[in-house]
């Protein structure tokens, strides 16, 4: 049972930058994608970017150009670098996991249902 947990929301004005960080607990880190999701308020939860086990990336067209997403496999942790962020960038972040073996596991695109495990969240607020 992989355990993730987010870290590095806050309150930032439009504009602004964060650093998300996603510290994952199982030390064969490199074997897995890794996806960033985001709940605003009021709306379904969407994917965000996620990072193939070769480091590859995809991103919403929401935030293209605006964030980066990485890996630090030897500190089994993924960062999610957030710059120009707006109001509408406002909710709950969460990290996920798919399930290592799946046909989908390396490359499991923006979907939620493709992804397992879970992190609690961490709150990204963006208003002045």
């Known amino acids: 049972q992989l355990h993730l947990v987010e870290s590095g929301g806050g309150l930032v004005q439009p504009g602004g930058s964060l650093t998300l960080s996603c510290t994952v607990s199982?030390?064969?880190?490199?074997?897995?994608?890794i996806g960033w999701f985001r709940r605003a308020p009021g709306k379904a939860r969407e994917g965000v970017s996620y990072i193939s086990p070769d480091s590859s990336a995809v991103y919403a067209d929401s935030v293209k150009g605006r964030f980066t997403i990485s890996r630090d496999n030897a500190k089994n942790i993924i960062y999610l670098q957030m710059n120009s962020l707006k109001p509408e960038d406002t909710g709950v972040y969460f990290c996920?996991?798919?399930?290592?073996?799946?046909?989908?596991?390396?490359?499991?695109?923006?979907?939620?249902?493709?992804?397992?495990?879970w992190g609690q969240g961490t709150q990204v607020t963006v208003s002045s």
């Open positions: 199982e030390f064969n880190l490199e074997r897995y994608a």
């Open positions: 996920a996991v798919p399930r290592f073996g799946t046909s989908y596991y390396r490359t499991p695109g923006l979907a939620d249902y493709k992804y397992d495990y």
